[in-house]
């Protein structure tokens, strides 16, 4: 257990949707990163939050959009899904913002139907 | 061309055999992780390196800089070792690069 948690596990939902995925980072851990992992893309890095501030950002496409609170628990917000959406989604988490061994939580599976 | 490149694609091994992993760059980087992903999907950091050698285990990882080359061996394989293995690039700027993952069966 790497102490990271992420809520779903699963999602389906219809194009055109918007979810919600959710990332509770390790204890005092202050960095989230977000990655997308599709068959045909694989691992994609997509944003990088270190306490409440954005700080990298990589693949996310202007539909996404993820938020650190004040509690450091992370935010990725998907809207007007697209089948090519589907993917699993991992969070992870560092103690700060710089190169760490990243703790990844068990993935959020998101199906668009 | 991918930034990070892997090799090989697809590994078979026998149980006990002596495993290795290649991972070239073409980028610039500050660091360089290698992960772990089971067929469950979960993934598990294993290292992260920006210099020579790090060892936990019957796993070791290298980076040599200057040929922006990295290797995973893993010594007295084991069934249990079967996985996706995983390189990621991470730059100045923070932004990683992945590479597309090797595929390891150990056979018992």
């Known amino acids: 257990d790497s102490g990271v948690t992420q809520t779903p596990k699963h999602l389906i939902t219809a194009t055109g949707q918007r979810v919600t995925l959710r990332c509770s980072p390790r204890?005092?851990?202050?960095?989230v990163y977000w990655y997308q992992q599709s068959l045909d893309q694989g691992l994609q890095f997509l944003i990088q939050?270190?306490?409440?501030?954005?700080?990298a950002k990589g693949n996310i496409l202007e539909r996404f959009s993820a938020q650190q609170f004040p509690d450091l628990h992370s935010e990725l917000n998907l809207s007007s899904l697209e089948l090519g959406d589907s993917a699993l989604y991992f969070c992870?988490?560092?103690?700060?913002?710089?190169?760490?061994?990243?703790?990844f939580g068990p993935g959020t599976r998101l199906t668009v139907t | 061309k991918n930034e990070v490149e892997q090799s090989p694609q697809n590994l078979t091994a026998q149980e006990g055999e002596f495993i290795t992993i290649n991972c070239s760059y073409s980028?610039?980087?500050?660091?360089l992780h290698w992960l772990q992903q089971h067929p469950g999907g979960g993934i598990v950091s294993l290292f992260m390196?920006?210099?020579g050698k790090k060892k936990h285990g019957r796993l070791i990882a290298t980076i040599n800089i200057q040929e922006k080359h990295s290797s995973l061996h893993i010594t007295a394989s084991h069934p249990r070792d079967s996985a996706v293995y995983i390189c990621?690039?991470?730059?100045?700027?923070?932004?990683?690069?992945f590479g597309t993952g090797t595929s390891l069966t150990v056979i018992p």
């Open positions: 992870a988490s560092t103690p700060d913002g710089g190169a760490y061994e990243q703790y």
């Open positions: 204890s005092g851990d202050l960095s």
């Open positions: 939050y270190y306490n409440g501030e954005e700080r």
């Open positions: 980028v610039g980087i500050s660091a």
């Open positions: 390196l920006s210099s």
């Open positions: 990621a690039g991470l730059d100045t700027g923070n932004q990683f690069y």
